[in-house]
């Protein structure tokens, strides 16, 4: 089941904007930000591989969403103009937003080479 994210949980879990103006992450794994609206087409379509995802990669990433039309101060903190957008947190470095609905295999390659996390280990 995929964690949905408030501003408080998204300070405690990824990061803390109130506290830093410098990007620091607050996970324990990578994570996989989903800002998305219940009206969007193609988040309906992202939806089930993103649950597919989570028990594929279970213990290894944490995937979230964010819904932006209740969040709006998270969405407009990292610019999110369309949605689906997608943000990629890795353990170290900056996160990568990507933007639209899209297939599996780019979100493993995401996970793969963002994250730094792939299923084999």
């Known amino acids: ?53 989570s028990k594929e990669y279970d213990g290894k990433i944490n995937i979230y969403k964010v819904d932006t039309e209740d969040q709006q101060e998270l969405a407009g903190m990292f610019g999110v103009k369309s949605i689906p957008s997608l943000l990629f947190v890795p353990m170290d470095g900056q996160p990568q937003m990507a933007q639209g609905a899209l297939p599996k295999d780019s979100f493993q390659n995401a996970i793969k080479d963002v994250l730094m996390v792939s299923l084999e280990n």
């Open 1 to 53: 089941m995929l964690e949905h994210l408030t501003k408080e949980t998204f300070k405690e879990k990824v990061f803390n904007f109130e506290d830093n103006k410098d990007w620091k992450f607050e996970g324990d794994k990578p994570c996989l930000i989903d800002f998305y609206a219940d009206w969007c087409q193609p988040c309906k379509m992202v939806a089930p591989i993103l649950e597919e995802l």
